[in-house]
């Protein structure tokens, strides 16, 4: 006599995820992925099942399972995380349009993010070269939060480009004072303080103020030795 399958219940889906969940957050692809046997068939997966299985292909760096996964998400709810995974997914394989077709969906329907969602868009058309394009949105981003450290450093880096060095100088002031404000609370906000200090002493040396941009390296300095320090201890 042929037996029935068992169907997977609730109690075996939340032990599922619960494992998912250990697996990627100490990095073992390996064993998460073969968690993933159902959304063969997404049709007797679940939303979270769908989301973790393209969060997990993507950190794994199977990009092409994560954009077909996300999809699926994105067509059952217009999930904004997976939304969110299959712009990133996008991203990394070098299909700019459509990651910015999804930032700007991403922006549009979440405006509470909106600013971070367009520096992302931004950052893609400075990939792709389309400098005045990268300003007009990096603009948009910066409207729609001040206070926010990526908008400005995207922003200066897109004037630098365009050899409005001048511009680029106050963009990047303003995004170091964003960063300053916010260093102890964002961990993000060290990256733009550190970068945002770079690029604006290459535009005090195109400028041919040499002093300033000496400034700036000197400041560069004591911020990568007090990372080093908080890195080790110190």
């Known amino acids: 006599m042929k037996s029935t399958p068992r169907r997977v219940g609730d109690d075996d889906r939340r032990m599922m995820l ?3 969940i250990k697996c990627i957050d100490h990095n073992n692809f390996e064993a998460a992925l073969p968690l993933f046997a159902k959304v063969k068939h997404p ?5 979270g099942e769908i ?10 760096q199977d990009f092409q399972k994560a954009v077909a996964l996300a999809s699926i998400g994105v067509r059952r709810d217009n999930d904004q995380k997976c939304l969110e995974i299959r712009a990133a997914s996008y991203s990394n ?9 999804d930032f700007e969906t991403l922006a549009r ?8 969602y367009l520096a992302k868009e931004a950052n893609l058309l400075i990939r792709m070269k389309k400098y005045p394009e990268a300003l007009a949105v990096a603009e948009r981003s910066q409207k729609s ?15 630098a480009k365009l050899g409005r060095q001048r511009e680029a100088v106050q963009a990047f002031t303003q995004a170091i004072a964003n960063a ?3 260093i102890q609370a964002k961990r993000e906000a ?31 300095a004591r911020y990568s030795d007090k990372i080093m320090d908080e890195l080790i201890g110190k």
Do not use: H
Not at 51 to 60: I, R
Not at 93 to 101: G, K
């Open 145 to 159: 939060n001040q206070n926010d450290c990526a908008p400005p450093y995207t922003r200066g880096i897109c004037l």
């Open 51 to 60: 989301y973790m299985a393209a969060k997990t292909f993507a950190l794994a």
């Open 109 to 116: 329907t979440m405006p509470t993010w909106a600013s971070d």
């Open 190 to 220: 060290t990256f733009f303080l550190t970068n945002s200090l770079r690029e604006r002493s290459k535009c005090y040396q195109a400028l041919g103020k040499v002093k300033e941009a000496e400034a700036d390296k000197a400041e560069l």
């Open 93 to 101: 394989m070098n299909r700019f349009a459509e990651a910015i077709q």
């Open 180 to 182: 300053q404000r916010q």
């Open 43 to 47: 049709e007797e997966a679940t939303d």
């Open 18 to 20: 619960e494992a998912t």
